[in-house]
């Protein structure tokens, strides 16, 4: 299969990252590139679905990644993949062999390795400049759910119509489970026997780069995991936080350590983001340090500053998170910038995923969650947008009987995907999302 025939298979599949923002996955697909890498870093803890799909579904994953690198005329296939994760590489190590473009990289059990842009130095030793695209230093990466999307696509001419979703912590029995798109976060956590709690709290995507979302929510093609947690937990009370008071304790209480920018995944990297800098210039009110604000553009969210590094307890994630919203309102975009040289102490100053943990409060819940079984909802509610880019047109009308898979939207102009029916059905309602019923 050609370059081209695979980027409109994957368009017209309705493939997109599966996780983080949810990029059009054809749209990456470049010829300038010389590396394919397969993001198995797993990067959130508590997360466990990339490693457990890769095991299970090896010889389709790997099938599909070595096509796809085909194609591309790579010269190398990498799967990135931490070397804690040995039950995975027992399962794939043998199967590689078969594949004459694909190799192994493992990786130590830090966070967050599966940042797009850590992991491709920790691949090639190549740092993708501060406002470029991975493609600028030749790499391609992918996630392990969506490069099994493709095979099911390239293959078995499956379009994505459910998720994968680990769902742990407060809920009675810990599992990662298929769930058809637009199903409710409620009928996800009851499936796997309900909350172990009166008022449970629902976490969306991760306890590090989550947010929180009601049982009325619905799973999209990017959410990855539903942590189900106590009101009082550190994690809820850490994403409830105000920005105004978070100003105003940064105020009274930074003491300009920097541990937020000595730790800080991206600044390691030469990267110009500097969450001190940022936090002085907001703590003194200072608006004449215009690069303290406008270097936030380049801050990736994950959450090491204000959940690992900082001893007072201050948000810099959040505070950073309010200046690039705002920034972008202003229609400023980050700018490409040169790079410092790599930090020479970063190896010594990545953060354990099992400090991490037992930092955030979750060691308790750091259980098991294998593959489960799928979840049959009567009903889903599907977004019409659920990545980044143009939404997807609407084809199907209301009173319309669809069946699972039939496309229901077109992609859009530009860069975006079509959409596909995730159960079988009647269409009652069509507008910003399309909601079915499964016949009775």
Known sequence: MTLDEIKTKLRESGIVGAGGAGFPSYAKLSEGADTLILNCAECEPLLTLHRRLLAEKGVEILTAFSEIGKALGVKRCVIGIKRAYKSTLDAITPLVSQFENVEIKTL?????????????????????????????????????????NAYLALHENLPVTEKLVTVVCEVASPQTVRVPLGTTVGEVVAYCGGAKIAEPVFVAGGAMMGKIVSSQDVITKTTNAILVLPEEHPVVQSKRRKPVIDAHRAASACCQCRMCTELCPRHLLGHPIDPARFMRAVSNR???????????????????????????????RVLLAVAKQELRKGGIKPEKRELAPVHIARDLRRVPVER??????????????????????????????????????????????????????????????????????????AGNEIVIEAEK
């Not at 004449?288 to 994950?302: I, R, V």
Request: aromatic content about 6%; some cysteine; proline content about 6%.
């Open 356 to 429: 991490l943990t037992a930092r955030l409060g979750l060691e308790k819940y750091s259980v098991s969650a294998p593959l489960g079984g799928a979840v049959k909802p009567r009903r889903v509610r599907v977004p019409l947008s659920m990545h980044i880019g143009a939404p997807s047109v609407l084809i199907a009308k209301a009173g319309e009987s669809v069946v699972k898979g039939q496309k229901i939207a077109e992609a859009g102009n530009g860069l975006s995907v079509a959409l596909h029916a995730p159960i079988s059905g009647v269409v009652k309602l």
């Open 108 to 148: 130590r059990e830090v966070y967050p390795a599966g940042d797009e842009i850590v992991l491709i130095y920790q691949v090639t030793g190549r740092v993708v400049a501060p406002g470029a695209l991975p493609i600028s230093v030749g790499a391609i990466v992918y996630n392990v759910e969506t490069i099994y």
């Open 286 to 316: 200072n608006i004449t340090d215009t690069d303290a604000y406008l270097n936030a553009m380049y801050c990736s969210g994950c959450g090491v500053c204000e959940s690992y590094s900082c001893m007072q307890g201050l948000s810099p």
